[in-house]
């Protein structure tokens, strides 16, 4: 067994920890610079200052940061306490792989093997990088594509901020186009672009059914009527791709299948063990 800690105790943390193969490595610690974190546990493994998690002399330290200059940061800190085994960075895997994407293309490959029928939309949309990967996989499906293509909306701030559920801003994201996502798109022509707020611009779209969906609109209140419109209208088989399901940065999203929930009873839902807490949702 390879004894390791995981550097970073946040969300990236929490993926390392579902994500490292536990037959071969030992877990001992988090460790992390925020000393309101320390005293805590992520599952069963103890959350302390990275000096006390190198005094337990792994063999590994797991850099779980998403960007270059903090998991850099994190190794120079970890040399500096005298630590001199292995690093793994997980920013660095993260460019190599892409459970999310992969999922993405899996789903797609085998709803149309099963000839699951139906269009495809996605709720948050941005610049559209999700959405061109929905396009290339089915060319022969209608894309709808909804966004205010001007970022988060007041209304779901007021209401993210009123709940406590996360630091969103009107009008972040607001950085793209239709314009741009349409030239980004290998089959332009089956998009369908749906600009303004939803649910508003579900309105007259009642009776299209859906085979594949990514909703990533990341607040509470768009996902939760995003389930409210989407989820019915899957057809059977058909599947939602949840982004944020499990997210720190983004905790309304699971607030919101918890609402849903609530008020529908529960959703057939698999969470997957990518690095942003998505889930899949699969229409029975
Ligand atoms: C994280 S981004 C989406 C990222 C995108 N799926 C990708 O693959 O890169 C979230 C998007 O949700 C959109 N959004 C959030 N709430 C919305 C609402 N109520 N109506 C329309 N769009 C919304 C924002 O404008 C933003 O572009």
Same mark, same amino acid.
């Given at each position: 067994?390879?004894?390791?800690?995981?550097?970073?105790?946040?969300?990236?943390?929490?993926? =390392?920890?579902?994500?490292?193969?536990?037959?071969?490595?030992?877990?001992?610690?988090?460790?992390?610079?925020?000393? &309101?974190?320390?005293?805590?546990?992520?599952?069963?493994?103890?959350?302390?200052?990275?000096?006390?998690?190198?005094?337990?002399?792994?063999?590994? =330290?797991?850099?779980?940061? =998403?960007?270059?200059?903090?998991?850099?940061?994190?190794?120079?800190? =970890?040399?500096?306490?005298?630590?001199?085994? @292995?690093?793994?960075?997980?920013?660095?895997?993260? &460019?190599?792989?892409?459970?999310?994407?992969?999922?993405?293309? @899996?789903?797609?490959?085998?709803?149309?093997? #099963?000839?699951?029928?139906?269009?495809?939309?996605?709720?948050?949309?941005?610049?559209?990088?999700?959405?061109?990967?929905?396009?290339?996989?089915?060319?022969? &499906?209608?894309?709808?594509?909804?966004?205010?293509?001007?970022?988060?909306?007041? #209304?779901?701030?007021?209401?993210?901020?009123?709940?406590?559920?996360? #630091?969103?801003?009107?009008?972040?994201?607001?950085?793209?186009?239709?314009?741009?996502?349409?030239?980004?798109?290998?089959?332009?022509?089956?998009?369908?672009?749906?600009?303004?707020?939803?649910?508003?611009?579900?309105?007259?779209?009642?009776?299209?059914?859906?085979?594949?969906?990514?909703?990533?609109?990341?607040?509470?209140?768009?996902?939760?009527?995003?389930?409210?419109?989407?989820?019915?209208?899957?057809?059977?088989?058909?599947?939602?791709?949840?982004?944020?399901?499990?997210?720190?940065?983004?905790?309304?999203?699971?607030?919101?299948?918890?609402?849903?929930?609530?008020?529908?009873?529960?959703?057939?839902?698999?969470?997957?063990?990518?690095?942003?807490?998505?889930?899949?949702?699969?229409?029975?």
């Amino acid at each position: 067994m390879e004894r390791i800690v995981i550097l970073g105790a946040g969300q990236f943390g929490l993926a =390392a920890l579902s994500l490292i193969n536990q037959e071969h490595l030992d877990v001992l610690a988090f460790g992390d610079n925020e000393s &309101r974190l320390w005293g805590g546990h992520i599952g069963p493994i103890p959350v302390m200052s990275i000096e006390n998690a190198l005094s337990l002399a792994p063999d590994l =330290a797991l850099v779980s940061v =998403a960007d270059e200059t903090r998991s850099e940061s994190l190794a120079a800190q =970890a040399r500096s306490l005298g630590f001199g085994g @292995r690093f793994l960075r997980m920013h660095e895997l993260r &460019r190599y792989f892409d459970v999310r994407s992969a999922v993405l293309l @899996r789903l797609g490959e085998s709803l149309k093997k #099963r000839g699951i029928p139906g269009a495809l939309g996605e709720l948050g949309v941005y610049k559209g990088d999700t959405a061109r990967k929905m396009n290339a996989l089915f060319p022969d &499906r209608p894309l709808y594509l909804f966004d205010t293509f001007a970022g988060f909306d007041p #209304r779901d701030v007021e209401k993210e901020n009123a709940r406590g559920f996360s #630091r969103a801003r009107t009008g972040d994201f607001s950085d793209t186009s239709p314009e741009a996502v349409l030239s980004r798109l290998p089959f332009p022509n089956q998009a369908v672009v749906c600009r303004g707020y939803f649910p508003e611009t579900a309105e007259g779209l009642s009776d299209v059914r859906f085979a594949l969906v990514s909703l990533d609109a990341d607040l509470f209140a768009p996902i939760l009527a995003g389930l409210e419109f989407f989820y019915p209208r899957l057809n059977p088989g058909g599947a939602i791709l949840l982004h944020d399901f499990d997210s720190r940065r983004f905790p309304g999203a699971g607030k919101a299948v918890e609402a849903y929930e609530k008020a529908h009873g529960p959703l057939p839902l698999v969470p997957l063990c990518d690095l942003h807490g998505s889930a899949v949702i699969v229409h029975p």
